[in-house]
C-alpha cells in the first residue's frame, strides 16, 4: 500500500532534497509538498497525507501553528517537526500544538529513523 508524505517547507531546495531523500529510500511513497504553513492547512485534508513533515520558521504560518491548525481540523497523521532550531523549542509547545517528534534538519539519519517508527 502506498504512503503519502506532504512536505512542508519555504525552501525549495529541502523539498526537492527531501523528495530525492524519500525517493531513494522509499520509491513507493507517494510526495506531496507545500511552501509554507497555511498550504499546508489548506491542502491537507483533499491529501489526507499519512504523515506530515514540517519546517518550523516559515511565512504566513509557521510550523507549531499549522500544527495546531492542522490537529483543529483534525488531521491525524503523525507531524514530524523538521527544523535546524530543534534544541529551542519548549517540549510544552511541541505537546500543545500536536507535533507528534522533533528532527533536526542536520540528521536525515534520525529522520529515516523516525519515519520508520510511524510506518511499522
Do not use: W
Not at 517537526?81 to 529551542?88: E, V
Not at 540528521?107 to 511499522?120: R, V
Request: overall charge negative.
Amino acid at each position: 500500500m502506498t504512503k503519502s508524505i506532504l512536505i512542508v517547507d519555504d525552501n525549495d531546495l529541502v523539498r526537492a532534497h527531501l523528495r530525492y531523500f524519500f525517493q531513494l529510500q522509499h520509491a513507493d511513497f507517494e510526495i506531496h509538498e507545500a511552501e509554507d504553513g497555511l498550504e499546508a492547512v489548506e491542502k491537507a485534508p483533499q491529501l489526507i497525507p499519512d504523515l506530515i513533515i514540517l519546517d518550523l520558521a516559515m511565512p504566513r504560518l509557521n510550523g507549531l501553528e499549522a500544527a495546531r491548525r492542522l490537529r483543529a481540523i483534525p488531521v491525524t497523521a503523525p507531524i514530524i517537526l523538521f527544523t535546524m532550531h530543534a534544541s529551542i523549542i519548549p517540549e510544552s509547545e511541541i505537546v500543545s500544538a500536536g507535533v507528534n517528534a522533533v528532527v533536526s534538519k542536520s540528521n536525515l539519519a534520525d529522520l529515516q529513523q523516525t519515519i520508520a517508527t510511524f510506518f511499522k
